[in-house]
């Protein structure tokens, strides 16, 4: 639990290190431009184009989408919840609250991330084929929506806050030697949180695109079926 003195305070201090997060990576991002290396990267600038490959590999797998648009899109939303993420290891006792063990943030995400997906779907396709897309051939699409909200914003508060709480309790309990073998396991389930919730937002994103191609290619694979059942059915009825 935290401090009584401090629980009155806590929207404040997440929206604080909320913003020094995002602060931190614009810095981050401003001092990896400079000076950088042609041929064979080093040093801080082959860690940003690693994020960078891996990210813009992502955003190449949905296919004829805008890369330059998907890439940095999903970006933000891995760096900001790594970063939120990684404020738990701090040594710092207000500096330490990561704002994803809070569900204002990561519903906050969530709904962020599942609009922008719409906004990107529209971009694609236009207006129209995106709005279709939730409530055609089935009303119950809009389900679907409100369901990849929970299901993200659900996961990361789950994961992030639960090691956080069991962090604060285990330095209560212990202030020597086991928070640091909680912080290791902290430090893992920072890292994947980030990646699942960035791959969960690329891959509700990719069904957004690709939807109609999905339902061509499903009525494709019925109609090929059938026509392997009514020849099958014919050479059957030939050997009789």
Same mark, same amino acid.
């Given at each position: 639990m935290l401090p009584v003195g401090v629980q009155h305070a806590v929207p404040? =201090? *997440? =929206? +604080?290190?909320f913003a020094l997060v995002a602060a931190g990576l614009m810095v981050f991002?401003? +001092?990896?431009?400079r000076n950088l290396q042609e041929g064979a990267p080093q040093g801080l600038q082959n860690f940003s184009e690693a994020i960078v490959e891996w990210l813009v590999g992502q955003a190449r797998k949905m296919g004829d989408c805008r890369?330059? %648009?998907?890439?940095?899109? %999903?970006?933000?939303?891995?760096?900001? +919840? =790594?970063?939120s993420n990684l404020l738990a290891m701090l040594p710092i006792? @207000? @500096?330490r609250i990561p704002p994803t063990s809070f569900y204002s943030v990561t519903l906050g995400l969530a709904l962020t991330a599942v609009f922008g997906n719409i906004v990107i779907s529209t971009i694609h396709k236009g207006i129209l084929p995106?709005?279709?897309?939730? *409530?055609?051939?089935?009303p119950i699409q @809009? =389900? /679907? #929506?409100?369901?990849?909200? %929970?299901?993200? /914003? @659900?996961?990361l508060f789950g994961n992030i806050g639960g090691e956080f709480m069991v962090s604060l309790l285990v330095a209560r309990a212990a202030p020597v030697g086991i928070p640091l073998i909680v912080h290791a396991l902290g430090l893992i389930a920072a890292v994947l949180q980030a990646l699942v919730f960035t791959l969960l937002t690329s891959n509700? %994103?990719?069904?957004g695109l690709h939807h109609e191609e999905k339902k061509k290619k499903r009525r494709g694979e019925e109609v090929e079926q059938r026509e392997e059942e009514a020849c099958a059915a014919t050479v059957?009825? #030939?050997?009789a």
């Open positions: 404040y =201090i *997440v =929206i +604080i290190n991002g401003m +001092i990896a431009g890369v330059n %648009l998907v890439a940095p899109y %999903l970006g933000t939303f891995f760096m900001l +919840i =790594i970063m006792p @207000l @500096l995106a709005l279709k897309h939730l *409530v055609w051939p089935n @809009l =389900i /679907s #929506e409100v369901s990849d909200v %929970l299901s993200l /914003s @659900l996961r509700f %994103l990719a069904s059957a009825v #030939e050997a």
